[in-house]
């Protein structure tokens, strides 16, 4: 078979208004479909050269499909399993940033250029004090994207409308205000000048984002057939689930209207938030998608359960995830209800996604910070609001405390882990040492005794002293003593009655 090219994809020549920097399977899948379906639904007309920003890794495939590459969305809507597959025609080129480095600095001086997306990992934007202006290009992202942004200043002689929208999607709290603060820093370390600096507060805008799809990336196992089912090869196929939600708050340079009309997401159908303050929103993911996760999945798996597609079909877990979620997790937040509500039925549907199979094990990793950032404020916000206790919120500390509670020691990719037992068959258990270290020492002590430990550190809980909450020591060792004598499975079905 012919390999995927712009002949086969009827890839339309377009100006380069975006640089991307990461050729990863996620911005594939979510950054490059949605300026994709933009560019066939309105009159943006314009691609994205990808920049892939470390030295590691190669861009041969890209460059042997001339960067064409098929997306297949798969999930479960309505009730019913949807695939949606899509050519991708919006990226024209992609560079390395070091070992192309004369033709990554052209494409940034575009006088068509207009935008920045990047997801670097949330270890990319990052303030490196050893970067070096000097460097081509410097070692770090913030340091390629501010000398990148200064030979611009340069080139258009700091004209203001040759500034840029840089649009982050790395998974950190203000990831544009981050990134700006480290801009600053690097501008101040190479006396870039005022001028220069005036230029990116006046002329440049730093939207903080929030992203949302998961993305299997490359189907490894269907590969071959898909593409006898395509009719081309294809080495750079990425799967992902049809949900998607991109949230893009507006800075001072840039008002929502003037945000709306330079990227018509909106106008091409897109789930696409423009917003002038993306934190609730944010809230609400966390919350009721990362919350729900965190608070049901370690009862779910002790309970017998290994996906969360499984615990879905599970009527008891289906049920006590639901509960929560609408009854304890979407009256303690600040977006509408009717919203809240819409999201949570959206995430129970990519629950359900038959093509997704995320293991229950996988999302237990670091599970007590977890908890902490994902189920501590609504558990804490419910308390307050209703005066009592959250029956499925509270009952999730006991399970929690109940997978970790061994004192068996283990490795697993050459790093320490406890080691737990679920009716005989063993399971690793991985978190910080100091989290490890606090399961091995209390494990064996009563319910009461392990109850009060847990509660009172302080470690865990963001400072806060659990244990000072009405009644929580009591039901937390009450839940812990019935699973160590009837088991989870028993526990929870009389829970969720």
């Not at 339309?12 to 640089?19: D, F, G, S, T, W």
């Not at 960067?67 to 560079?95: H, M, W």
């Not at 340069?154 to 801009?183: R, V, Y």
Request: glycine content about 6%.
């Amino acid at each position: 078979m012919e390999l995927l090219n712009k002949k086969i994809s009827k890839a339309a020549e377009r100006p380069v208004k975006v640089l991307q920097f990461g050729e990863g399977n996620f911005l594939r899948a979510f950054v490059d479909y949605i300026f994709d379906v933009t560019n066939e639904k309105t009159d943006f007309n314009g691609s994205v050269v990808i920049v892939k920003p470390i030295e590691f890794g190669t861009l041969e495939r890209f460059h042997n499909q001339e960067c064409q590459y098929t997306l297949q969305l798969r999930g479960f809507e309505n009730g019913e399993p949807k695939k949606v597959t899509r050519i991708i025609t919006s990226v024209a080129d992609a560079v390395a940033a070091k070992e192309d480095y004369d033709k990554y600095v052209e494409y940034g001086l575009l006088d068509t250029l207009r935008y920045v997306v990047s997801n670097t990992t949330e270890a990319g934007i990052v303030y490196d004090e050893t970067d070096e202006f000097e460097l081509c290009p410097p070692k770090s992202y913030p340091g390629k994207l501010t000398k990148l942004l200064y030979q611009r200043f340069e080139k258009f002689n700091g004209a203001q409308d040759k500034g840029l929208i840089i649009i982050p999607c790395e998974l950190i709290a203000d990831n544009g205000i981050e990134l700006k603060k480290c801009i600053s820093k690097l501008i101040e370390q190479w006396k870039l000048g005022d001028e220069f600096k005036n230029w990116i507060d006046s002329a440049c805008s730093f939207c903080p984002t929030l992203v949302d799809r998961i993305v299997p990336g490359y189907p490894r196992e269907e590969a071959e057939e898909l593409c006898k089912e395509f009719g081309y090869e294809d080495q750079l196929i990425v799967t992902a689930e049809t949900f998607g939600l991109w949230v893009i708050e507006s800075d001072k340079n840039l008002s929502l209207d003037q945000l709306r009309a330079e990227l018509p997401f909106e106008k091409a159908g897109l789930n696409v938030v423009f917003t002038e303050d993306h934190h609730p929103y944010k809230e609400r993911k966390v919350r009721i998608l990362n919350g729900s996760h965190t608070s049901f999945v370690l009862a779910s798996y002790l309970a017998g359960n290994d996906i969360v597609k499984e615990s879905m079909d599970d009527k008891t877990m289906r049920k006590y995830m639901e509960e929560t979620l609408f009854d304890e997790v979407i009256p303690t937040l600040s977006l509408a209800e009717e919203d809240c509500k819409e999201f949570a039925d959206a995430v129970i549907e990519r629950f359900q996604n038959p093509f997704v199979k995320h293991k229950l094990l996988d999302i237990s990793l670091n599970s007590v910070s977890k908890w902490e950032a994902r189920c501590m404020p609504s558990f804490l916000g419910y308390v307050e609001k209703f005066g009592k206790l959250p029956k499925y919120l509270t009952f999730s500390i006991a399970a929690l405390m109940s997978f970790y509670a061994t004192t068996e020691e283990g490795e697993v990719n050459g790093g320490v882990c406890l080691v737990g037992d679920r009716d005989g068959e063993k399971y690793f258990i991985r978190d910080d040492k100091f989290v490890l270290d606090f399961f091995k020492e209390n494990a064996a002590k009563s319910p009461e005794e392990f109850a009060k430990a847990y509660l009172s550190n302080t470690k865990f809980f963001g400072g806060e002293d659990l244990s000072k909450v009405d009644g929580l020591v009591d039901a937390i060792a009450s839940h812990i003593a019935d699973i160590r004598a009837r088991g989870m499975k028993a526990v929870v079905e009389d829970l969720a009655k």
